[in-house]
């Protein structure tokens, strides 16, 4: 196949952007080849610089939900473009928003607005520590919770054959403990060994990130309850999972209520967006109710609140989660007979 105009715009961006590309996976490192130069996208195709048209089964990796330019969400984003960019201040859209994500997430009592999955998950570790006075955190191999928490991260990382990363200072790699996932017992251990020490459990409820690895039996119950009984803070990063495998997340799928949830990509529609809430009395540490700071010039952005908003109103409708799960299922059929 050629794509003689991506290459060339390729080995321009190397020029000026490290490894040619804004995020690592980008690179097509773990495939070969060179990577796509897409210019623009429609429903579920991607056209690249060259012209040729694809099937995108990736949906920019889940915030194309509804596919790509829907017209509610065009029209949406044209109308809000009209009253500015970016504030710096507070906006009704981002009441509207919260509200209407607590609909879909019991769980959630308060909410914080960031950038991205990367800043909802770092965030809320962050409180979580604030909250318990206690340093340590339990992650599962193969989990990606963003570039803050790398250590056996999976995904990504592990496609550019960086396994952790460069960076990272050796005492920080001490306070993440690995366990492994539908392995209660792993998790029983590190919370005996470092009793009093471990200030909150982050997993993804659905692993997306080596392989789709769904929790087994009572494993997600097990482990509530474990942090419940060691004073814990439950944290379900559901940046993959929220609204995707449910409209109210793998928490509401499989019936666990989290201490603490991180929501990206799906509820900002295609812009850059992010959310971490919780429980009041732990949200209440995040400034300026408490002693937790955390800030961002673009958080809330109003464009990304009036997105995020007509994207979840466009959820709930009849037709679309029986329309992926039909197309889900189709993708599977032809996959096995293939």
């Known amino acids: 196949m050629k794509n003689e105009i991506s290459k060339k715009l390729f080995e321009e961006a190397k020029q000026h952007i490290p490894g040619g590309v804004n995020s690592p996976v980008r690179a097509y490192k773990s495939v070969g080849g060179t990577p796509?130069?897409?210019?623009?996208?429609?429903?579920?195709?991607?056209?690249?610089?060259?012209?040729?048209?694809?099937?995108?089964?990736?949906?920019?990796?889940?915030?194309?939900?509804?596919?790509?330019?829907?017209?509610?969400i065009l029209n949406t984003l044209h109308q809000a473009m009209k009253n500015g960019l970016s504030f710096g201040a507070p906006t009704p859209k981002e009441i509207e928003l919260a509200r209407k994500g607590k609909e879909f997430f019991p769980s959630i009592y308060l909410v914080r607005f960031v950038n991205s999955g990367t800043e909802a998950t770092m965030s809320a570790i962050r409180v979580a520590r604030g909250f318990t006075g206690k340093s340590k955190v339990i992650k599962f191999d193969g989990?990606?919770?963003?570039?803050?928490?790398?250590?056996?991260?999976?995904?990504?990382?592990?496609?550019?054959g960086i396994?952790?990363?460069?960076g990272v200072p050796a005492a920080f790699t001490q306070h993440p403990l690995i366990a492994k996932f539908n392995d209660l017992d792993s998790v029983r251990l590190l919370l005996e060994a470092h009793a009093g020490d471990v200030a909150c459990l982050i997993v993804e409820p659905v692993i997306g990130n080596m392989g789709c690895i769904?929790?087994?039996?009572?494993?997600?119950?097990?482990?509530?309850?474990?942090?419940?009984?060691?004073?814990v803070v439950l944290i379900f990063d559901e940046v993959m999972t929220g609204f995707r495998v449910s409209i109210g997340g793998a928490q509401r799928l499989y019936n666990i209520k989290p201490d603490m949830t991180c929501l990206g990509k799906i509820i900002g529609g295609g812009l850059p967006v992010g959310a971490y809430g919780g429980r009041r009395e732990i949200m209440e540490c995040v400034a300026p109710s408490g002693p937790v700071y955390q800030a961002g010039t673009l958080s809330g952005n109003p464009l990304a609140m009036a997105v995020g908003l007509k994207t979840l109103e466009l959820l709930p409708k009849e037709t679309v989660y029986?329309?992926?799960?039909?197309?889900?299922?189709?993708?599977?059929?032809?996959l096995k007979e293939s």
Request: with cysteine.
């Open 143 to 160: 989990c990606y919770h963003g570039h803050y928490l790398l250590v056996t991260a999976g995904s990504g990382a592990q496609t550019c």
């Open 214 to 231: 769904p929790p087994q039996g009572s494993f997600l119950k097990g482990l509530r309850e474990l942090c419940d009984r060691h004073k």
């Open 322 to 334: 029986s329309a992926l799960e039909q197309k889900g299922q189709a993708l599977e059929t032809g």
């Open 163 to 166: 396994p952790d990363s460069q």
């Open 36 to 72: 796509l130069f897409i210019v623009r996208a429609k429903e579920a195709s991607v056209f690249d610089a060259d012209g040729r048209q694809y099937i995108d089964y990736i949906g920019s990796w889940g915030p194309a939900i509804l596919g790509h330019a829907p017209p509610e």
